[in-house]
């Protein structure tokens, strides 16, 4: 079996066959698995927000609600066009044609976005071997703010077109050097970690603290 990642073409393709190849605007499945996804995120609202690799944008709108600004992106053309009708009139949202690592937004090219304070990593990480799980993984740490939540989410069964399997790639982001994991979801399906840069106040890491529970 080839480890190699798929070419990019191999996405665009999918989506000419398919606008919606893993049908992630159909299935209860996801639906579920988002939900646990924004319950899971310690803040009720973020700054500025960054979702790598958002497909048709069904999670990419679940989270605008939360996020001052959400920028996310995909490769393909035919996902991007479909995030950004699915978006449409929803308060600071942008949805570009990215390719990442190499695309990962700087201060540079997105000044009112660099640092983000949320990145989602969903369903993104086992298409890249481990040198560009690294490399995906130094730039998210890189452009997140003081005190912001890293999240990881992905299936975990074998599947064929994942260069590397959930846990390999769970491993990788909760060895992050400066991040603290505050939720660890593990069920037979998905895995979902959730990470704060370690010099957060508690208040970030805890929400009970941010209310004066504790
Ligand atoms: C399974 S979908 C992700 C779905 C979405 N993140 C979610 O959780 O609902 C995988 C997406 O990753 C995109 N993708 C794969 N490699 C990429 C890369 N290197 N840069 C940007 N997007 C990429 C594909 O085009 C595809 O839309």
Same mark, same amino acid.
């Given at each position: 079996m080839s480890r190699i990642p798929p070419p990019q073409h191999r996405f665009e393709d999918l989506y000419a066959h398919s606008p919606d190849p893993w049908q992630l605007a159909e299935r209860a499945y996801d639906r579920r698995k988002y939900a646990l996804t924004l319950a899971a995120l310690?803040? =009720?609202? $973020?700054r500025s927000a960054f979702e790598p690799a958002?497909?048709?944008g069904v999670l990419t709108a679940a989270l605008a609600p939360r996020c001052d600004r959400l920028l996310a992106c995909d490769l393909a053309s035919v996902a991007v066009e479909q995030a950004r009708a699915r978006t449409r009139?929803?308060?600071?949202v942008s949805v570009e044609r990215r390719t990442l690592p190499q695309q990962w937004p700087t201060p540079a090219d997105a000044p009112d976005a660099v640092p983000f304070d949320l990145v989602v990593l969903s369903e993104?990480? $086992?298409?890249?071997d481990p040198a560009g799980v690294a490399d995906v993984l130094h730039r998210a740490r890189a452009t997140l703010a003081p005190g912001g939540t890293l999240v990881a989410v992905h299936w975990r069964p074998p599947a064929e =077109?994942?260069?590397?399997p959930a846990e390999r790639v769970h491993a990788a982001v909760c060895a992050l050097p400066g991040l603290v994991r505050v939720v660890e979801h593990r069920e037979p399906d998905f895995l979902l970690d959730v990470l704060v840069r370690a010099d957060a106040p508690a208040a970030e890491v805890s929400p009970a603290a941010r209310e004066g529970l504790r």
């Open positions: 310690p803040r =009720e609202r $973020y958002c497909s048709v009139g929803l308060p600071g993104f990480l $086992y298409y890249f =077109e994942h260069v590397l």
